[in-house]
């Protein structure tokens, strides 16, 4: 079955600065990866998705790469902000039908004023 | 209505008590979902519900069962749990259900209800 793996487990950044997370992935038949954001108390939030016939997305601050060759992909956060604290989850699965979602093990973002 | 809703958000149990959880959603989506995740950790899917008909068990203990009476709603209930059941249990909500070639869309998340046994 489907393994994915996620680093850093922690991350700590000053505010206006760059986050990187990475995840491998070890199905080579997934194809859609989105990225969740989870805060305290809170069920995960979406917060973008990538689809393997596309190898870059962007939505404001926040852009994912994928390299299907390698089977991994990142997460990009530019400008970080205070509210940007949170735990971020990658996941993998098969795009089509019902979401049978592998999670990473998290990150846990701290970002200081 | 972009929301999956689950009740109660808290809850304890003793160890021979029987409880439910309950989810909703009204965005007309054919696939429910409970996960459950531990403090720290990633959520790990339990069940998936595919036009109200059980598609996946990951191997859950009989002590939990889930329930899908109609589209909207999903139920899991309880019964005998042991303290190292105690989680944050998810429930989500996708559009297409199994057999579908389209792409698949967005899973929403609830909040979860956060459950202890005593």
């Known amino acids: 079955g489907e393994n994915v793996e996620q680093h850093p487990s922690t991350l700590s950044v000053q505010e206006g600065d760059s986050a990187v997370i990475k995840c491998t992935y070890s199905?080579?038949?997934?194809?859609?990866f989105p990225w969740y954001k989870q805060e305290l108390g809170k069920g995960p939030q979406l917060i973008i998705d990538?689809?393997?016939?596309?190898g870059e997305k962007k939505d404001q601050r926040i852009a994912v790469t994928l390299n299907k060759t390698a089977k991994h992909f990142s997460l990009h956060i530019t400008e970080t902000q205070p509210e940007d604290s949170a735990v971020y989850f990658c996941?993998?699965?098969?795009?089509?039908?019902?979401?049978?979602?592998?999670f990473g093990t998290g990150t846990r973002l701290l970002v200081s004023p | 209505d972009t929301e999956v809703t689950q009740t109660p958000k808290h809850l304890v149990m003793g160890m021979t008590n029987k409880k439910s959880l309950k989810c909703e959603q009204h965005?007309?989506?054919?696939?429910m979902y409970w996960y459950k995740q531990k403090a720290k950790k990633p959520p790990e899917l339990m069940f998936v519900?595919?036009?109200?008909?059980?598609?996946i068990n990951e191997s859950v203990p009989s002590r939990f069962s889930p329930e899908c009476p109609n589209s909207s709603l999903l139920n899991l209930h309880l019964h005998a749990l042991q303290p190292e059941d105690s989680a944050l249990y998810l429930c989500?909500?996708?559009?297409?259900?199994?057999?579908?070639?389209?792409?698949?869309?967005?899973?929403?998340f609830g909040q979860g209800t956060r459950l202890t046994v005593v």
């Open positions: 989500a909500s996708s559009l297409y259900g199994q057999g579908n070639s389209r792409e698949n869309t967005e899973a929403f």
């Open positions: 199905d080579s038949a997934s194809n859609y």
């Open positions: 990538i689809r393997s016939n596309v």
């Open positions: 996941a993998a699965s098969r795009a089509t039908g019902f979401q049978k979602l592998v």
């Open positions: 965005m007309g989506h054919r696939a």
């Open positions: 519900y595919s036009y109200e008909k059980l598609s």
